[in-house]
C-alpha cells in the first residue's frame, strides 16, 4: 500500500494580519507549515510528501523544508484551498493507493493523527480526524434570531489530516471542478460526500487548533515548545 501526503499551504494569511504567507511564519522557531512536515515525515505510513506551496513563494517554502525533508515535488496552490488541492493531486505518482491532506495552518498534527485517519477509511471513500462538539450549536435567521438548537451529539468538528482512497478523491475533485462548486468547498471530504462517497469520521481529542487569528499562535506555541523540550 503506498500513501502520499499532500500538504496544503498556499493560504495567504490574511486574517493572521501578516504580510508574509501563513504557511511562513516563523512559530517557535520554524516556520508553520515545517511542524507538519516534521510529523508527515516521522509516520511510518506516508511514502511521499508533496507541497501545495503559495503562489511566488515556492523558493522560500523549498528553502523551509531543506533540512527537514526532500518533498516528491512543491507545486503552486490555486485561489482556493480545493484547488490547491487538485494541484497537489496531479503531483501525486500513479500508483499510490491513498492520499493524505494535511492543512497547514495546523501545526500540531502528529503520527498519531495519520495512523489514525488511515486506519479509519476501512471499506469507505475516505476518513476524517474530527473533533465532538463541545459548547451547545445554535442555527439562526440572518437576523440572529435563534430557529434551532441542533444535536451536538451528531455533529462534529472536520480538521485534517483527512485520507482518502485516491480514485475517490481524484474523481471526486473531477466532478466539483466541472460542477463549478469547488470554490464552495472548504475541505476535501465534503468534495466525496458530494458525488455520494461514503466517508466516515474518526473521533479525536488530539489537540489540532488550527492557526487563524493571532490569537491562536499564543494557544499553540507552549505546545509546540513543550513538545521541542520532550524531544
Ligand atoms: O484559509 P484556511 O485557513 O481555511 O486554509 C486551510 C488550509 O488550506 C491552509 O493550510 C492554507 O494554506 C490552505 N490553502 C491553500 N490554498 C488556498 C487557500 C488555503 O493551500 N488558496
Known sequence: ??????????????????????ALIPLVGRPLLAWSILAL???????????????????????????????????????????SVAAGLEEVPDGADRVVVHDAARPLLTSDHISMVLAGIGDADGAIIAAPVA????????DLNIVE??????????????????????????????????????????????????MRVVPSALPNQKITIPADLDVVAPLLEAREARA
Open 149 to 198: 438548537t441542533a444535536d451536538r451529539s451528531a455533529h462534529w468538528l472536520a480538521q485534517t489530516p483527512q485520507a482518502f482512497r485516491t480514485e475517490s478523491l481524484v474523481r471526486a475533485v473531477e466532478i466539483a471542478l466541472e460542477g463549478d462548486y469547488i470554490d464552495s468547498t472548504t475541505d476535501c471530504a465534503s468534495m466525496v460526500e458530494a458525488m455520494g462517497g461514503q
Open 41 to 83: 515525515d516521522a509516520s511510518e505510513h506516508i511514502d511521499g510528501i508533496v507541497v501545495v506551496a503559495p503562489p511566488g513563494h515556492e523558493r522560500p517554502t523549498e528553502m523551509a523544508l531543506g533540512e527537514i525533508a526532500e518533498p516528491l515535488a512543491v507545486t503552486i496552490g490555486g485561489s482556493s484551498r480545493s484547488r
Open 1 to 22: 500500500m503506498t500513501t502520499v501526503a499532500i500538504l496544503v499551504a498556499a493560504g495567504s494569511g490574511t486574517r493572521l494580519g501578516s504580510d508574509m504567507p501563513k
Open 135 to 142: 459548547d451547545t450549536i445554535k442555527r439562526t435567521d440572518e
